[in-house]
C-alpha cells in the first residue's frame, strides 16, 4: 500500500525549532518529487515547500523561505521539513504529498498530516 | 503569481442534487496543471481530479470536471451524503510551484 506518514509535530514556543519527518512506503520514493502543504486551523490549504526527487532543486512559499528548510533522504524512504523561527502563524497541520509531474502536475498521495502549535 | 478564486464559498444542496463548483484564475493556466481535491474534516485532501478534466483512480463518475484558460468548473452530478466536503482547486506555477484556491464547501441543506 503506498502510505506516507508524518511525524514530529508538537507544541513549541514561538522563536523555537521542530523538525518534521515524512516516511514513506510502498513506491520507490527516490523517484518522486515531494512536497510539504499545510493548513491552519480553520483555514484552507498552503503550498510551504517543494523538493526534487534527487533533492537538487528546493522552492519555498515567501512565507517560510529563509526560516524552513526542506530535505530528503532516498536510502531512508524519508523527507523532512527542518522548521526554525517558528511564529503563530505557523501553526497548523503540516501534510507531506507526492507530486505527480509530467504530463499533468498534482499530488496524488498525501499523509494524513502531523499538527504544529506554536504557542507561548 | 497566479491567484485561483473558488465560488460559492459555501453550496447548501440536497442529497440528489446537482453541484456546480467553480475555480477562476488571474491569468490563464494549462488544463494540465489543474486538479480538484475533496476534504472532508479531520482527513487529508483527496485527488479527485488531474488536467482540468481526468478522475483519478477510484473517483465515481458522478464527479466531473470542465473548463479551460481562466475559467474551469468542478460538477458532482447527483450529491451523496459522502460528498458534503470542502473541495480545492489547485494549480502548478513553475518557482511558487502550487497555489490553492480558498474552498467551497458543500453542506447538506
Known amino acids: 500500500e503506498v502510505q506516507l506518514v508524518e511525524s514530529g509535530g508538537g507544541l513549541v514556543q514561538p522563536g523555537g525549532s521542530l523538525r518534521l519527518s515524512c516516511a514513506a512506503s510502498?513506491?520507490?520514493?527516490?523517484?518522486?518529487?515531494m512536497n510539504w502543504v499545510r493548513q491552519a486551523p480553520g483555514k484552507g490549504l498552503e503550498w510551504v515547500s517543494y523538493?526534487?526527487?534527487?533533492?537538487?532543486?528546493?522552492y519555498y512559499a515567501d512565507s517560510v523561505k529563509g526560516r524552513f528548510t526542506i530535505s530528503r533522504d532516498n536510502a531512508k524512504n524519508s523527507l523532512y521539513l527542518q522548521m526554525n523561527s517558528l511564529r503563530a502563524e505557523d501553526t497548523a497541520v503540516y501534510y507531506c504529498a507526492r507530486e505527480l509531474a509530467v504530463d499533468y502536475y498534482y499530488m496524488d498521495v498525501w499523509g494524513k498530516g502531523t499538527t504544529v502549535t506554536v504557542s507561548s | 503569481e497566479i491567484v485561483l478564486t473558488q465560488s460559492p464559498g459555501t453550496l447548501s444542496l440536497s442529497p440528489g442534487e446537482r453541484a456546480t463548483l467553480s475555480c477562476r484564475a488571474s491569468?490563464?493556466?494549462?488544463?494540465?496543471?489543474l486538479a480538484w481535491y475533496q476534504q472532508k474534516p479531520g482527513q487529508a485532501p483527496r485527488l479527485l481530479i488531474y488536467g482540468a478534466s481526468s478522475r483519478a483512480t477510484g473517483i465515481p463518475d458522478r464527479f466531473s470536471g470542465s473548463g479551460s484558460g481562466t475559467d474551469f468548473t468542478l460538477t458532482i452530478s447527483r450529491l451523496e451524503p459522502e460528498d458534503f466536503a470542502v473541495y480545492y482547486c489547485q494549480q502548478y506555477g513553475r518557482h511558487l510551484r502550487w497555489t490553492f484556491g480558498q474552498g467551497t464547501k458543500v453542506e447538506i441543506k
Open positions: 510502498g513506491f520507490t520514493f527516490s523517484s518522486y518529487e
Open positions: 523538493i526534487s526527487s534527487s533533492g537538487s532543486t528546493i
Open positions: 491569468q490563464s493556466v494549462s488544463s494540465s496543471y
